[in-house]
């Protein structure tokens, strides 16, 4: 039986912190016929990650559904975790009474009492009778329930067709579930459902937004960051574990690898070619990051780009950056706007993070009139004629340190001495 995935609208008060139970209903991969076993049990699994620090939570599944228990445990602070789960699509507070008729009648009073719902607002009772032995059949519950609680609350107003608040009675053998509110979660698909791939995370706006919707199409994402020290201080390196911490929270765990750049990167200054520095250093950071990929069982490589925001994001620069890997670009945010991008960011958690004014390396040596049509050719010619940049290709990779970020942990880089701070913009 397909759920109603939205919330109802309730002018009164919330259930949620007196429930016993949530609910956990799952999003669209259901429709995927026989990935739908292995995809629960990435949910579940992820779920199970996101309850441990409730040892007294207990879980348990059906067909389309995740129950927790709660024994106590805060319902409130599980639902804003548990809505972040990739898999997701609505959760429900759930008041469990006896499956007998008194006691689900008098827990139906007690969750009105909760509610609190406001004169005038329109009710109906949707009872499922799923234990077949319960004497009283689904619309005889719906009357039998329904009139001694409008006689108890006279403001309310019956409304079978599209009413503000719908109170759903499941009974079951042993419990019967008494809730009205869907809070909706992330939905997508499954963590790690569709691949693993690599992030290029700076400390802007984008890439963060880029990396919480490549999660949300299923994919396991491994963070990379590039670093340049002296240029770059620790308090910029900091920021983007800040960053990465946020988006584990979606994820339970995220990895973090830091590169160091400033070898590569200084080499493309005095070869004559300024205008050229931004699409020589984003082709090596895609030359590095496709060689982490490999080591790390990545199938593809995540950026933030949008078309047509800077001057690397032109479409022949794109074009020609990207010829830089064999393996699949992902672009999640190419055809939005700026003002899109920043909503998303605002709505999962990184955007004052990603406004803090910490320097990252793609701020450096930037050229007054980056090329916004660059010639492959040449761009191929210079780097086959840099003097022992393959081997600071190497170096880069050999020299990057790999952490594993928890939501609320404290894990940390090794330290850096920090020099000092400035504007950064946001490239990846």
């Known amino acids: 039986m397909k759920e109603q995935e939205t919330g109802t609208a309730i002018s009164g008060g919330s259930s949620i912190e007196y429930a016993d139970m949530l609910i956990l209903r799952f999003g669209e991969f259901t429709l995927k016929g026989k990935n739908r076993a292995r995809f629960e049990k990435t949910v579940l699994r992820h779920v ?17 559904r995740i129950y927790v228990q709660l024994n106590g445990a805060p319902a409130g602070e599980l639902a804003a975790s548990l809505k972040n789960v990739f898999g997701i699509a609505s959760i429900s507070p759930v008041k469990v009474a006896l499956s ?4 689900i009648l008098s827990a139906s009073r007690t969750f009105l009492e909760i509610i609190a719902p406001a004169p005038g607002t329109t009710f109906k009772v949707n009872a499922r009778r799923v234990w077949k032995e319960f004497p009283h059949g689904s619309i005889e519950m719906n009357k039998l ?22 109170l759903k009675i499941e009974i079951r053998e042993g419990h019967t579930y008494i809730f009205c509110e869907n809070i909706p979660g992330v939905g997508g698909f499954p963590l790690g459902t569709n691949g693993k791939a690599m992030l290029l995370l700076s400390g802007g706006i984008d890439s963060p937004v880029a990396g919480w919707s490549s999660m949300r199409r299923g994919l396991e994402v491994e963070c990379v960051h590039f670093y340049s020290y002296p240029y770059t201080s620790e308090l910029a390196r900091q ?5 990465a911490r946020v988006l584990s929270r979606y994820a339970g765990v995220i990895k973090l690898h830091l590169v160091p750049f400033t070898e590569v990167q200084t080499a493309f200054t005095g070869i004559g070619q300024d205008n050229l520095i ?15 990929a490999e080591r790390e069982g990545a199938l593809a490589l995540v950026t933030g780009e949008s078309l047509g925001q800077v001057a690397s994001q032109t479409l022949s620069s794109m074009n020609v950056i990207g010829r830089a890997t064999t393996l699949p670009l992902l672009r999640p945010l190419v055809m939005m706007d700026k003002s899109e991008i920043v909503e998303l960011s605002q709505m999962i958690g990184t955007y004052d993070l990603s406004i803090l004014p910490y320097e990252d390396c793609c701020t450096l040596f930037v050229p007054k009139s ?14 086959a004629t840099l003097p022992g940049y393959a081997a600071r290709l190497d170096a880069a990779v050999a020299g990057t340190e790999t952490i594993s970020i928890t939501p609320y942990g404290d894990e940390k880089p090794s330290d850096v001495v920090p ?4 504007l950064q913009e946001e490239w990846f």
């Open 48 to 64: 199970k990650e996101m309850v441990k620090p409730y040892p007294n939570v207990v879980l348990s599944k059906e067909f389309g």
């Open 100 to 103: 007998e008729f008194d006691d």
């Open 370 to 383: 980056p090329t916004t049509n660059p010639n492959l050719r040449i761009v191929d010619k210079i780097e």
């Open 419 to 422: 020099v000092q701070a400035g």
């Open 239 to 243: 920021k983007v574990v800040d960053l």
């Open 145 to 166: 329930i329904s009139t001694p609680l409008l006689q108890g609350y006279p403001g309310l107003i019956v409304d079978v067709k599209s009413p503000q608040m719908e």
């Open 278 to 292: 931004i699409t020589l250093m984003r082709r090596a950071m895609l030359k590095i990051t496709t060689r982490l």
